[in-house]
């Protein structure tokens, strides 16, 4: 699993992470993450389909992220949005 330059730097600015820590939770994200599909929340479901569908899409403790669908690779990460606030 990679990650983009982009997701290394949003990575560090919207968590509170050391380097070991980041790596390990996008690592998780997309092992245990929830796709778009399991989430029960309509609202919190819609707003992730709403984001890029070329992508693959998870949602780990309170934060999507979006990965390629071939090369597992992170593109970006960011919270979820306190309006939306399924798996918090």
Do not use: V, W
């Given at each position: 699993?990679?990650?983009?330059?982009?997701?290394?730097?949003?990575?560090?600015?919207?968590?509170?992470?050391?380097?070991?820590?980041?790596?390990?939770?996008?690592?998780?994200?997309?092992?245990?993450?929830?796709?778009?599909?399991?989430v029960k929340d309509k609202k919190t479901r819609?707003?992730?389909?709403?984001?890029?569908?070329?992508?693959?899409i998870k949602l780990y403790k309170g934060y999507i992220f979006l990965y390629s669908k071939n090369s597992h690779q992170l593109y970006t990460m960011y919270e979820l949005p306190n309006e939306v606030v399924e798996n918090k």
């Open positions: 699993m990679k990650l983009s330059h982009h997701s290394k730097i949003r990575l560090r600015e919207r968590t509170n992470l050391n380097h070991k820590e980041r790596r390990k939770i996008f690592k998780e994200a997309l092992q245990n993450g929830l796709s778009p599909d399991k819609d707003y992730m389909n709403s984001k890029n569908r070329y992508c693959k």
